[in-house]
């Protein structure tokens, strides 16, 4: 069969490699895809939010089966017009996408099916947030525009003068344009973070193994929120006994939740979630493969990946099993100096030749372009060095031993990736 992968960053690198491997797959296409992705399909140069000729394309070629990556043309309505096209896509319709497209419609849900998530108001009016912020008396608080904004419309404000201020830069100054014409004041939870992503076609739930991502672009979680700057699964922070409630009191309810509002959700479901005190609780929802948590995950799943799309989007979940390497992974993220804000592109890059990747390691592409048949940078995340290991800190080990080997000028990444995690987490003081 002939598969698309919509995107071109590392989570479509890590998919289009190990949809390649599928002994199901003739042909897998990428668009746009990126110099790596090249490495293991054929990159298409179409833009992913570029939903007419993306549909065009695979009506053209005769695709199977498509697989999309970023968030943009899921809320877009890719999956609708796809299946209006006749062809079969894997993701969640415009309907369903909407968990992630708009914050406030995802916690109107979550409050209305009492699912445990911060408690938060939300608000159109700039003057009627102001006045919340006026009142409030405990900080810090969570500042949050409603509508997608690349992982960067949210912000943590330690005291009301900072809380303030970013209320006018979403609201009055449109730092997010109409992502940010409405805006959640949020209570900030404390615990640690983890993500769970879960296959699901509407009825059945088949949860991936846990993972962790490292938001923060400094090492001890200092610095900016990024996409994520190294990720690591399994995370300990899930716990069997927190898995559990994860699955009762979050996914089994959300799903249902989605059924009952009539936007039936099929695809990959991904909860950001905080484990608290008093059990995990949900920060977010995205409607797509988490970047860069994807990239070790796919490396320890030992299943097919392809029929588990097929049995989402035909609604037979139930039937599918999941196996798993039990190795942990680690990714470690090479970004751009200045990322996540401004950065030089087009930089070329040394030692991606003397990397021996394999089952155990991979360099996933994120931002690179070929120039004069050089692979150049053109991203804040460049590079997502992923390495499997005989447990966390091996794996650690070796993802760092080949990003030492790899560099560009202004290169920098975290050196805690998988290493910096807390000695007492509140699972285990909690008994788990
Ligand atoms: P989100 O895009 O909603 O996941 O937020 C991005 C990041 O901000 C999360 O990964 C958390 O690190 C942090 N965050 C979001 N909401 C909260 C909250 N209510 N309390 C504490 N941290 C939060
Ligand atoms: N790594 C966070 C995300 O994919 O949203």
């Not at 949210?154 to 809380?163: F, G, H, K, L, T």
């Not at 009952?260 to 493969?289: D, S, W």
Request: charged share 25%; net charge negative.
């Amino acid at each position: 069969m002939k598969v698309l992968v919509v995107g071109g960053g590392g989570r479509e690198h890590a998919l289009a490699w190990k949809i390649a491997r599928s002994s199901r797959v003739d042909r897998v296409y990428c668009a746009p895809g990126n110099p790596g992705i090249a490495q293991v399909a054929e990159c298409v140069d179409i833009a992913a939010t570029d939903i007419d000729a993306l549909g065009r394309f695979a009506v053209e070629n005769r695709i199977d089966l498509t697989v999309v990556g970023p968030e943009d043309p899921l809320c877009q309505g890719i999956v609708d017009h796809f299946e209006g096209l006749g062809l079969r896509c894997f993701g969640p319709s415009a309907r369903g996408a909407e968990l992630e497209g708009s914050k406030a419609w995802c916690k109107a849900i979550l409050r209305k099916y009492k699912i445990p998530t911060a408690s938060s108001r939300t608000f159109d009016l700039y003057r009627d947030a102001r006045r919340y912020i006026d009142s409030l008396e405990i900080f810090p608080v969570v500042l949050k525009a409603s509508g997608l904004a690349a992982g960067k419309g949210v912000s943590i404000c330690e005291n009301r003068e900072d809380a303030l201020a970013e209320l006018k830069v979403m609201m009055e100054d449109k730092k997010f344009g109409t992502a940010g014409r409405t805006v959640l004041v949020e209570e900030m939870l404390k615990g640690r973070e983890a993500s769970l992503l879960a296959f699901t076609d509407g009825q059945t739930i088949v949860p991936l193994e846990s993972a962790q991502d490292h938001k923060a672009a400094f090492d001890g979680d200092r610095g900016p929120n990024t996409g994520g700057m190294g990720a690591f699964s399994p995370s300990d922070a899930i716990s069997s006994k927190v898995m559990y409630q994860v699955e009762s009191q979050i996914l089994v309810p959300i799903v249902h939740a989605l059924n009952r509002e009539e936007r039936p959700y099929r695809g990959l479901l991904y909860a950001g979630l905080m484990i608290t005190g008093n059990g995990p609780k949900v920060l977010e929802f995205n409607v797509r493969f988490g970047d860069p948590e994807t990239q070790p995950l796919l490396m320890r799943l030992k299943s097919d990946i392809v029929p588990l799309f097929e049995s989402v989007i035909d609604g037979r979940l139930e039937d599918q099993e999941i196996e798993w390497d039990p190795r942990p992974a680690v990714c470690v993220v090479l970004a751009s100096r200045g990322y996540p804000g401004e950065y030089v592109k087009h930089l070329g890059i040394h030692g991606l030749g003397d990397i021996q990747v394999g089952d155990d390691l991979q360099v996933f592409h994120a931002g690179t372009e070929l120039r004069n048949k050089r692979v150049v940078t053109a991203g804040g995340r460049v590079l997502g060095v992923t390495a499997l290991g005989q447990d966390l800190a091996d794996a650690s080990r070796r993802a760092y031993q080949a990003v030492e080997q790899i560099g560009f000028e202004g290169s920098f990444y975290r050196h805690d990736i998988a290493r910096s995690l807390p000695q007492t987490s509140i699972v285990r003081e909690s008994g788990a």
